[in-house]
């Protein structure tokens, strides 16, 4: 089977790869147009590779899922064995329920009240405590029976769910503080609405020019009756603070900010090519465990 992956970054610390016996965690993100991995020493909670590829004619998870398991197993920085692998999967439809109504029974009903369910994926729930919500979500199913067959102890996790994570614990200990917070990917974005250290609107939406983002974002705000001159927004993801998106968002909000890495973690060298915000929310996947 041909690859149909193009590596799009590649960083590798030399050090690390000519072999050291360290305990290994291994990142992955599944996104609609590609995937990222990152993996991190353990021993020094340092990351110290990581590689982001696209898959440019098989558009979504499911489709570019049958030719993973030939891409991993032949991968060579993947085939050394990891004490433990967490995969985050982006979903269209993240439902979050609050806690006191979840129920395990019921959640297929409560996901296709706010959702249209997905006959070739599996549902699976996350715990959001610091929101006291759960998240259900759909994952492709040919994508699940992949990573089970080749990590048998792999986390499955959500993309958004971790981001709302992450973005809330970074908010309660006041690493930064925002009112809206935009995560850019590629193919989509995340917008995130906050009040008072509480979420209060969270949606994933495809995107294909900056315009998208604008105009999705003032709806919210309009819908929300926000202001955004009045406004502080963190912007995660790749949106460079020299772009022209950037820069008009800059002229619509009070402040416009990007957070710093995250210093729970070290960073090998190489990382330094990069902005770290570019991978916010894969490099910070650990600290959801």
Excluded at 40 to 62: F, I, K, S, T, W
Excluded at 76 to 91: H, M, R, S, T
Excluded at 150 to 157: A, D, K, L, Q, T
């Amino acid at each position: 089977m041909a690859n149909p992956f193009r590596n799009i970054r590649c960083i590798n610390d030399p050090e690390y790869l000519e072999g050291q016996n360290t305990s290994k965690t291994l990142s992955i993100e599944f996104l609609p147009d590609g995937f990222v991995f990152s993996v991190m020493d353990q021993n020094r909670y340092q990351y110290v590779a990581l590689e982001a590829y696209e898959a440019p004619n098989l558009h979504g998870v499911e489709n570019y899922s049958p030719h993973i398991k030939d891409f991993f197993t032949n991968h060579l920085l993947l085939n050394q064995g990891f004490d433990k692998v967490i995969a985050a999967v982006y979903a269209r439809d993240l439902v979050l329920i609050p806690a006191p109504v979840y129920s395990a029974e019921k959640q297929k009903d409560l996901f296709n009240t706010y959702a249209l369910p997905e006959s070739s994926s599996r549902l699976k729930n996350e715990a959001i405590q610091i929101i006291d919500a759960q998240g259900i979500y759909p994952v492709p199913e040919n994508l699940l029976n992949v990573c089970e067959e080749i990590f048998p102890s792999v986390r499955v996790r959500n993309q958004g769910a971790s981001m709302i994570k992450n973005v809330m614990a970074a908010q309660k200990l006041e690493k930064w503080k925002a009112d809206v917070v935009i995560h850019v990917k590629k193919s989509h974005a995340e917008i995130l609405l906050l009040h008072k250290e509480k979420l209060i609107f969270y949606r994933s939406f495809s995107i294909t020019c900056f315009d998208d983002i604008l105009y999705y974002v003032f709806y919210v705000l309009e819908q929300y009756q926000k202001q955004a001159e009045k406004l502080h927004l963190t912007v995660l993801g790749e949106l460079p603070m020299d772009s022209k998106g950037y820069t008009v968002l800059n002229s619509f909000f009070r402040k416009v900010s990007i957070p710093d890495a995250n210093d729970m973690f070290k960073y090998s060298q190489h990382f330094d090519s990069i902005p770290i915000h570019y991978y916010f929310n894969l490099l910070n996947l650990n600290t959801c465990e």
